[in-house]
């Protein structure tokens, strides 16, 4: 029995190739500070162009001795692009970095028990948590999602399914709307809701500026995922004799299902962090209000807010556990979301 050897791959680069870009990368690290240290060129900016422009020419003059012009030309290009790509990933580990530094000292096991209604944010870090703040951003959240999710995946349902005469004008809102500032979607509740009709602070305002601005990544992500599904099992279930919408429901959905499930994810995910519309319509408690619809309720942008406004080292501590917090939780939502959408569609 003859067994059959893995394909090579002659674009994978050799431990050998892996070792010279390492010491190019080295030799050129060394370039930049050595460049920078003798030149009037200072600070980080300085170090990034010309560790670029160092690296750039190492790789290219090597392929230029070695194998010509043309590998000169796509080792100078291949090299832009890997150091652009490490740029764009270094100002995400540096808020990460600072989060953590400055969050961790403030998160204790009582934060997460207590609530502000007997502390104030300069009052040691022991005292009081953001119990009332989790707890109110969870509940507008959930309201967000209860109205927003079915408004979503029914205007992606008609875009696709239906396809009628009013579709145009609804994608070019819809995409419209995925770009509206949050503090605009805050202050049409306000003018249009609060302050002619409850005429009070309250959960349920926030909820409903989170909507507006969730509805859009719901119905955008979810009109992608269902021009996934492919037409075939949609002209199965004509075909023996359901309905469109019974085709629909009980065919296009639940194979679409693990994408929907993205969809509403990352429309949390979108809402988890807004700050604007909740410092206009909620009010901000500082004590846990179970009741949406009466009274102000206090979430973790507001208390990340109000806890910088203080100034004082033990309140820009609990602004900065707030901050880690909610970073958490937005970075659970997202690698949610990255698991969902990876999974395969059961049969």
């Not at 009013?166 to 500032?181: E, H, T």
């Not at 599904?229 to 194979?255: K, S, Y």
């Amino acid at each position: 029995m003859t067994t059959t050897a893995a394909p090579t791959k002659p674009w994978a680069k050799s431990p050998r190739d892996r070792i010279r870009d390492f010491a190019f990368a080295i030799l050129a690290i060394a370039f930049s500070y050595a460049f920078v240290g003798v030149t009037a060129m200072k600070g980080k900016l300085a170090y990034a162009a010309i560790l670029i422009i160092a690296y750039a020419l190492i790789t290219g003059v090597f392929a230029f001795v070695t194998r010509g012009g043309p590998a000169a030309k796509d080792a100078v290009i291949k090299s832009c692009v890997a150091i652009g790509a490490i740029l764009t990933v270094l100002p995400i580990a540096s808020i990460i970095f600072t989060v953590l530094k400055n969050g961790l000292p403030g998160i204790h096991l009582s934060m997460f028990t207590t609530d502000m209604s007997m502390a104030t944010p300069t009052d040691p870090i022991a005292t009081g948590g953001l119990l009332h703040a989790i707890t109110g951003t969870l509940t507008m959240v959930l309201l967000a999602l209860i109205m927003s999710v079915p408004i979503g995946i029914l205007t992606a349902l008609y875009l696709t399914e239906i396809s009628g005469k009013f579709a145009g004008p609804i994608r070019f809102l819809v995409q419209a709307m995925s770009g509206v500032p949050s503090i605009v979607a805050g202050l049409f509740i306000l003018s249009a809701v609060l302050y002619p009709i409850t005429k009070a602070y309250s959960g349920l305002m926030g909820a409903l500026a989170l909507t507006i601005l969730m509805i859009p990544t719901i119905a955008r992500t979810s009109e992608e995922v269902l021009r996934l599904i492919p037409n075939d099992l949609r002209e199965a279930g004509t075909a023996l004799g359901g309905t469109q919408w019974r085709t629909v429901a009980m065919i296009v959905l639940p194979a679409a299902r693990s994408g929907l499930m993205t969809a509403v994810i990352l429309g949390i995910a979108r809402i988890a962090g807004e700050t604007a519309p909740i410092l206009l319509l909620t009010g901000g408690g500082d004590k846990i209000n179970p009741n949406a619809f009466n009274g102000p309720m206090g979430s973790l942008p507001y208390y990340i807010w109000k806890s910088f406004n203080a100034g004082s080292p033990e309140a820009l501590t609990r602004a900065w556990a707030g901050l880690l917090v909610l970073m958490v939780l937005i970075l659970i939502l997202f690698t949610a979301a990255r698991a969902l959408s990876t999974r395969k569609v059961s049969k």
